[in-house]
């Protein structure tokens, strides 16, 4: 199991950056493909970014691909996701999560349904 913290939220102006950072602890964590997700009001939860345990591989929603970056330092036990670009429609709470299953080490983990463990969130609010 894995325990995670988010943080770096906040409110920004269109096309300003941010990076989040999620601390994790636990013993599982370098052995954990990780995940970044976010829900806006009155929407879904929905998929961001994901990377394998050991960050040679990397996935992001199209929505988000080209301005955002998720990373990990297994030795910091910690996962960020550099935020470049920021858009209104960018503005929601953003959970970082983990998949605490055994996995290989390029595995990405796309789905939601699949991550064992979640943060409680950080607020990341985009103005126009």
Do not use: H
Request: charge should be neutral; charged fraction near 20%; glycine fraction near 10%.
């Amino acid at each position: 199991q894995v325990q995670l913290v988010e943080s770096g939220g906040g409110l920004v102006q269109a096309g300003a950056s941010l990076r989040l950072s999620c601390a994790a602890s636990g013993r599982t964590f370098s052995s954990s493909p990780m995940g970044w997700f976010r829900q806006a009001p009155g929407k879904e939860r929905e998929f961001v970014a994901a990377i394998s345990r050991g960050g040679g591989r990397t996935y992001y929603a199209d929505s988000v691909k080209g301005r955002f970056t998720i990373s990990r330092d297994n030795a910091k036990n910690t996962v960020y996701l550099q935020m470049n670009s920021l858009k209104p429609e960018d503005t929601a709470i953003y959970y970082c999560a983990a998949d605490s299953d055994p996995s290989g080490i390029f595995t990405v983990t796309l789905s939601s349904d699949q991550y064992e463990d979640w943060g409680q969130g950080t607020q990341v609010t985009v103005s126009s």
